[in-house]
């Protein structure tokens, strides 16, 4: 079964800098998606970011990026100049065959003014 | 605001009672999943449509819960003779299910309490 692990309950960042968010995955298939979703507290969950397995090229959306190693099974998330609206819980998560989502267990991010 | 909505959005019930939550996907989304949330975890998954057929229930979905889709629209879950550990956040999702398109869009939740 596939699993996915995010080994950061917790972490705090000082505005306008940057913070890295980490998440390996369990998978033997190869062909498969990975995303960050992001739930603001109270708030509904909203996708950040998303990596198909098959390109290498790491994707980008604004001040989002991650870093994607196959072979390692890791997919971590880079934020840049942090905001203060970025404060909210991170889920990595996995999808094999436009199914259903496996999520890990959350990484929940503080701004620091 | 086209969006996935979900009603109700908290719901207080007492052990044993049955309760029913509804979801309204985009309208022009042909998948629609069910995850469950509790405190501290991320979404696990209970089940999807595509359609109005129910592809997939996870272990999870014990006997006491059911869900539909009738006509492929809005989707209902229902807990019949609900227990304290049913106490969670439960989301709706849909997406359109087409080559390259894997994006879920995530309602607000229903926030169950079982007394």
């Known amino acids: 079964a596939q699993t996915v692990t995010q080994s950061q309950p917790e972490m705090s960042v000082q505005e306008a800098e940057t913070v890295t968010l980490s998440c390996t995955y369990d998978t033997s298939e190869s062909d498969y998606y990975l995303f960050w979703y992001k739930q603001p507290p109270s708030r509904q969950m909203i996708l950040v970011i998303r990596?198909?397995?098959?390109?290498?090229q790491n994707a980008t959306e604004n001040r989002f990026s991650v870093n994607f190693q196959k072979a390692a099974k890791s997919f971590s998330l880079k934020i840049s100049d942090s905001q203060l609206g970025d404060a909210a819980m991170y889920f990595c998560?996995?999808?094999?065959?436009?199914?259903?989502?496996?999520f890990g267990t959350g990484t929940r991010l503080t701004i620091i003014p | 605001d086209t969006g996935v909505s979900q009603n109700p959005r908290h719901k207080i019930t007492k052990r044993g009672q049955n309760v029913t939550f509804r979801c309204d996907p985009i309208s022009e989304h042909n998948r629609l999943y069910w995850y469950r949330q509790t405190l501290g975890q991320g979404p696990e998954f209970l089940t999807y449509?595509?359609?109005?057929?129910?592809?997939?229930k996870s272990r999870l979905l014990s006997d006491r819960f059911s869900a539909e889709r009738p006509k492929g629209s809005f989707s209902t879950l229902e807990i019949q003779r609900t227990e304290q550990g049913d106490s969670a956040m439960y989301l709706c999702?849909?997406?359109?299910?087409?080559?390259?398109?894997?994006?879920?869009?995530f309602g607000p939740g229903t926030r169950l309490t079982v007394l």
């Open positions: 998560a996995y999808c094999f065959g436009n199914e259903k989502l496996t």
């Open positions: 449509f595509q359609n109005e057929a129910q592809l997939e």
């Open positions: 990596q198909e397995a098959y390109k290498q």
């Open positions: 999702a849909s997406s359109l299910y087409s080559l390259g398109t894997h994006e879920q869009f």
